[in-house]
C-alpha cells in the first residue's frame, strides 16, 4: 500500500500510535504501521526497512519504552539516513538518552503529556500535514536515493533530517555522550592535485568521488575530493579551526571529545549539493565505537567545505589505550579514512 507516513511505536505504546494512524488517515494521510502492514511471509527488517525507504515522514510515538527500543532507535536511524522527516511525538514526561539522544536533540517534538490524548493527535495531524505540504513534489535523487539539496532557503545550516534547516547554536549539554555535528564553510584553498588515490598524512587514504543528481530528465555530475581527514580533542565547545590542535595520539587520562574534521574541495557546482558521508569509529579489534553522519549542505558558489562531529564526554574517561579508525563512506565506498591512537 502506498503510504506517506511511517508509524514508529513501542509495543507498549499500540493503542496510541493506533489512534495516530486512524486519525492521519481520517484526514487523508495515508500510514504505514507494523504489524497490520506487514504481509504474510515478509520479512520483518526488510519490510521495515522498504516501509521506511518509500515514507515521506516518520512519525515517532516517544515514551519510556520507546527509548529502550533498540527496534525503534534502528527506525529513527533509517529515516535520517534516507532523508525521512521525523516528528516525535512524545506522550511520557521522559527525554531522550544513548542513540535517541543523538538522533533527537536537534528536532523539535510535540508534547502529549496532558490528558486531552484527542487534542494532541489533532496538532499531531495539523503540522505532519503542513510538514507533508511543505515537502511536496518530486524530489529529485542522488544515485544513492537521498533526496537532493533544494536549491531555496538558507546555505550553511545542515541537520539529520530532511525537513529540519535550522540547527540550535551550538551552546551544547555539558556531558552528552555523542555531541551532534558542527557545520562550516571553508575559505578557499590551495590547488590540489588530482589523482585516482590520494594519500595525506600518517595512516590516511583520500579517494575522489562522483555525486549525481538526476531531476525531471536532467542529470547533474560533480567529483568531489576529499583533502584530509583529521582528528582533534576538545571539551563540548567546538574550537573554531584556527584554534584546533590537530593530532594522530591522544592521552586516555586527558582526552575528552575526540573529533573528526574531513575537508573536501570541489569545483563550484552553481547549486546547493547535498553530500552526507557515514563515518564509522573502529577499536583495533574491529569493533564499532560510534558511527555518526556528517550532512555537508555545501553552497553553490563553494570551492572546498568542511565538516566534523565529535564523539567522547565532557569528562575524560570514555576513551580506552588502543588504535581507532575511523571510515567514512559516500554510498557504500570509503572516501576519506585515518587513524588515531589513545595512550595510557
Given at each position: ?20 494512524v ?18 504474510a511471509g ?27 527500543s ?18 516525535p511525538?512524545?506522550?511520557e ?12 536533540r ?6 502529549a503529556?496532558?490528558?486531552?490524548l ?8 495539523t ?19 537521498v ?5 531555496s ?15 540550535p ?7 552528552p ?18 589523482i585516482?588515490?590520494l ?50 595520539s ?15 574541495d ?11 558521508l ?43 589505550p588502543g ?16 587513524r ?5
Amino acid at each position: 500500500m502506498a503510504h506517506d507516513v511511517f508509524i514508529s511505536h513501542s509495543s507498549q505504546d499500540q493503542a496510541t500510535a493506533l489512534a495516530v494512524v486512524n486519525a492521519l488517515e481520517s484526514n487523508g494521510v495515508r500510514c504505514w504501521i507494523a504489524p497490520r502492514d506487514i504481509r504474510a511471509g515478509d520479512v520483518w527488517a526488510q519490510a521495515i526497512v522498504e516501509a521506511i525507504a518509500a515514507s515521506r515522514a516518520l512519525v515517532l510515538v516517544f515514551s519510556a519504552s520507546a527509548n529502550r527500543s533498540g527496534h525503534v532507535v534502528n527506525e529513527v536511524d533509517a529515516a535520517i539516513r534516507k532523508g525521512v522527516i521525523v516528528v516525535p511525538f512524545r506522550i511520557e514526561n521522559v527525554m531522550p538518552d544513548g542513540a535517541m539522544e543523538f538522533h533527537l536533540r536537534t528536532r523539535h517534538w510535540l508534547d502529549a503529556l496532558t490528558p486531552d490524548l484527542a487534542h494532541h493527535v489533532a496538532e499531531l495531524v495539523t503540522t505532519t500535514k503542513s510538514l507533508l505540504g511543505a515537502a511536496a513534489g518530486p524530489a529529485p535523487q542522488t544515485e544513492f536515493g537521498v533526496p537532493a539539496a533544494k536549491k531555496s532557503g538558507p546555505l550553511v545550516e545542515s541537520t539529520d533530517s530532511g525537513f529540519h534547516v535550522k540547527l540550535p547554536k551550538p551552546h551544547l549539554p555539558k556531558s552528552p555522550k555523542v555531541r551532534r555535528l558542527l557545520i562550516g564553510a571553508g575559505a578557499a584553498g590551495a590547488a590540489i592535485i588530482l589523482i585516482s588515490r590520494l594519500v595525506a598524512g600518517s595512516g590516511s587514504t583520500l579517494d575522489p568521488f562522483e555525486v549525481r543528481e538526476t531531476t525531471a530528465g536532467s542529470e547533474f555530475r560533480t567529483t568531489i575530493r576529499p583533502r584530509s581527514i583529521r582528528f582533534f580533542e576538545s571539551g563540548s565547545t567546538i574550537p573554531p579551526q584556527t584554534q584546533r590542535v590537530y593530532d594522530g595520539s591522544f592521552i586516555a587520562s586527558q582526552v575528552r571529545f575526540i573529533n573528526t574534521e574531513v575537508w573536501v574541495d570541489l569545483d563550484p557546482p552553481r547549486r546547493e549539493l547535498y553530500v552526507p558521508l557515514n563515518c564509522t569509529t573502529f577499536d583495533g579489534s574491529g569493533g564499532v565505537i560510534a558511527n555518526f553522519g556528517l550532512e555537508n549542505r555545501i553552497k553553490a558558489d563553494a570551492t572546498n567545505w568542511y565538516n566534523q562531529l565529535g564523539w567522547g564526554r565532557q569528562a575524560p574517561g570514555s576513551w580506552k589505550p588502543g588504535v581507532y579508525r575511523v571510515d567514512c563512506a559516500y554510498g557504500g565506498k570509503v572516501v576519506a579514512s585515518g587513524r588515531f591512537k589513545v595512550t595510557s
